[in-house]
């Protein structure tokens, strides 16, 4: 298949920008922790604010697989029901999950905003660095953004082009394919 298989474009180079974006920062937490963890234990020096960095950067790695998520739909999902219905219906019950997907997304970018304010002016910061949390805030609140980008995407593409998900079943050969492509 092309990387035009779902109508989207230029789409999809855009959302492989975004899995590697939360898989950076995915790498991150995992170098921290592992990094703070030898240094406690082997040396009795752990990395200064190394529980506050990891759960703020492991924030933004969530949200900017959310955003993937939001296209591609590879999250858990069972389609018993779906599956045993006509494809008109089965389109109807995907696209609302995504509208529902899509509003879920719209209030918790509207939440973390509203954190993200709170924070900036409140001075929120780590406790041994004294770093700022408003960075990794925005950071959550860039990929929610993204979230919302891909979702609506997806929304559109089901609703506007009567795509189903069924593209993304055998993920892994197409994943493989695009970077093929590359």
Do not use: C
């Amino acid at each position: 298949m092309t990387p035009d298989r779902n109508g989207a474009g230029g789409a999809l180079k855009t959302v492989h920008i975004i899995e590697r974006i939360a898989g950076v920062m995915l790498g991150l937490v995992t170098v921290l922790i592992v990094i703070s963890a030898i240094g406690r234990y082997g040396f009795a020096r752990p990395v200064p604010d190394a529980f506050d960095l990891s759960r703020l950067v492991l924030g933004v790695a969530i949200a900017w697989g959310l955003a993937s998520l939001g296209f591609h739909g590879t999250h858990i999902k069972v389609d018993l029901l779906a599956h045993a219905l006509p494809a008109a219906a089965r389109r109807a019950i995907n696209a609302l999950a995504w509208a529902v997907l899509l509003g879920f997304t719209i209030l918790l970018t509207w939440k973390i905003w509203e954190r993200l304010v709170s924070a900036f002016y409140g001075g929120d910061a780590t406790m041994d660095l004294r770093l700022p949390h408003w960075p990794f805030i925005l950071g959550i609140w860039l990929g929610l953004v993204a979230a919302l980008i891909t979702t609506a995407l997806r929304l559109w593409l089901i609703t506007a082009r009567g795509q189903d998900l069924g593209e993304y079943d055998g993920i892994d050969e197409q994943l493989e394919q695009d970077l093929r492509l590359k």
